[in-house]
């Protein structure tokens, strides 16, 4: 082959692939991966306020720990990496609680006894109330794997997300540069001091919807129905089986099928806004 | 031979450009499944029937062959720790069947990243066997088994909440004076003891 015919190639396959990658990230990869909106700017996502009642009925909002700096941790009493983790949390408690900060665990259990009798033997010193009647789970952004722990800034923004269980000292670095902050103020120089997860959150409109994740609060009750039947003829991608709507109300924590029924969503309101 | 016939038909060009195609389209399905949140699919089950085709009043074997992702375990069915959520099998009541006994294996002593101790744990393929009765006055048909077996998965640093496999197999009844046909399905195998 010439000399030329080789760059003729060359260039054929270059833009085949740039043009490749452009589409499918424009129409496929992109309305996965993207970021949720945030609150205000900034790069890290505002922690979605919660309230609800403790295991020893007393009220429990995250908006009494505002200008505190917040360990929101997701666990259950039958997950073993969990109950590893609670010693070095009540730790944390001990250590850092009176210089503003708060450990607050969210338990997944179906009962709340088992979750008492666990609070009294392990001598925990923080705040639990139960997650899995309410939406906590939803509005910060489905929890998958126990144990999730979230780190929430002086500022009210989720600063670290770490699936599983890990060496809680890990934490004492992370919460030692958000404590140096004032109350309301933004963390400085802020580095996880491992790895994290995606932090992804929703908003109430989302977490209490009808098609879980996604905020149709502005659909009339014939357009919701409309929206529904067209998330019932599109498949989920994420391997489970189902369309988008049953996987979306059989597993709100996929992000696959919420980030289909959100870009459905929009194409939906586009559409209809032109009638 | 004749692949490499076709292959050196098709110009140099397309079957440059329709490599790199398939690259770059195996690159995106791993780009876009690895940014999926979803809980895995760590348990696979499947329900079998020593023999599909019985009579009224006879014992029917089954057995429910579970696969365990690789780097997950779930717990034993007598498990270690009052705190953990055995695997158990279920079936779903239906007129004319009834379960006799279910024998689970054995599990393997772990020890784990979250444990002082050695946990008993199933990883990688099980098999549960279990014995169903045929009422007496079942009449002939086809009836469909249901079941499912419920477990609660975890790796070394995080748990997974309890959910279940769902189990289905069909199995016909037919009057005693008919004949059954040869069983077309293995029999169960000899690892399942009794606890």
Not at chain 1, 128 to 139: H, N, P, Q, R
Not at chain 1, 251 to 275: H, M, T, Y
Not at chain 2, 166 to 187: E, Y
Request: aromatic share 8%; glycine share 8%; net charge positive.
């Amino acid at each position: 082959m010439s000399k030329q015919n080789k760059i003729i190639l060359v260039l054929i396959v270059v833009a085949v692939v740039i043009g490749g990658l452009y589409l499918a990230n424009r129409y496929w990869i992109a309305p996965v991966t993207a970021a949720r909106p945030q609150a205000s700017s900034g790069k890290y996502p505002a922690a979605p306020d919660f309230s609800v009642t403790d295991i020893f009925g007393q009220k429990l909002s995250l908006a009494d720990y505002r200008g505190k700096v917040v360990l929101l941790d997701f666990w259950a009493t039958w997950c073993g990496p969990c109950r590893v983790e609670i010693p070095g949390f009540i730790q944390l408690q001990r250590e850092y609680g009176p210089q503003g900060f708060q450990v607050i665990g969210i338990s997944m259990d179906d009962d709340v006894q088992p979750v008492r009798e666990f609070y009294k033997q392990f001598g925990m010193n923080y705040r639990v109330a139960m997650g899995g009647d309410t939406k906590i789970s939803e509005l910060y952004g489905g929890i998958i794997g126990l144990p999730t722990t979230f780190l929430i800034g002086r500022d009210g923004r989720i600063y670290d997300k770490v699936p599983g269980a890990v060496d809680t000292e890990r934490f004492a670095t992370e919460i030692k540069t958000l404590l140096a902050a004032s109350p309301g103020q933004a963390a400085k120089n802020f580095q996880p001091a491992g790895a994290s997860g995606n932090i992804e959150v929703e908003t109430p409109a989302e977490a209490n919807s009808p098609v879980p994740g996604v905020d149709v609060s502005k659909l009339s009750k014939v357009e919701l129905q409309r929206y529904k039947d067209q998330l019932s003829k599109q498949n989920c991608d994420c391997g489970c089986k189902f369309n988008v709507l049953q996987c979306r109300t059989n597993d709100p924590s996929c992000g696959v099928s919420r980030e289909l029924a959100k870009s459905q969503l929009e194409k939906f309101q586009k559409a209809n806004s032109r009638i | 031979m004749f692949f490499k016939t076709q292959i050196k038909s098709v110009p140099l060009v397309l079957r440059t450009v329709l490599a790199a195609n398939s690259a770059l389209m195996l690159t995106l399905v791993l780009v876009r499944q690895g940014s999926a949140q979803t809980q895995p699919n760590i348990v696979q089950a499947h329900l079998t029937l020593a023999t599909p085709i019985v009579h009224p009043g006879s014992l029917v074997r089954a057995s429910v062959t579970a696969d365990i992702a690789t780097g997950y375990h779930i717990n034993d069915h007598h498990p270690s720790l009052d705190y953990l959520i055995p695997t158990d099998l279920k079936f779903t009541p239906i007129d004319g069947f009834a379960v006799g006994s279910i024998a689970y294996p054995k599990g393997k002593v772990e020890k784990l990243a979250f444990s002082d101790t050695g946990l008993s744990v199933y990883e990688g393929r099980i098999e549960i066997s279990a014995q169903l009765k045929v009422a007496p006055r079942t009449p002939p048909g086809e009836y469909t088994l249901r079941g499912k077996l419920e477990y609660q998965a975890c790796n070394d640093h995080a748990c997974f909440p309890p959910t279940s496999a769902p189990l289905v197999a069909k199995v016909k009844v037919v009057s005693r004076k008919a004949s059954l046909l040869p069983a077309r399905f293995a029999v169960l195998g000899t690892d399942a003891t009794m606890r």
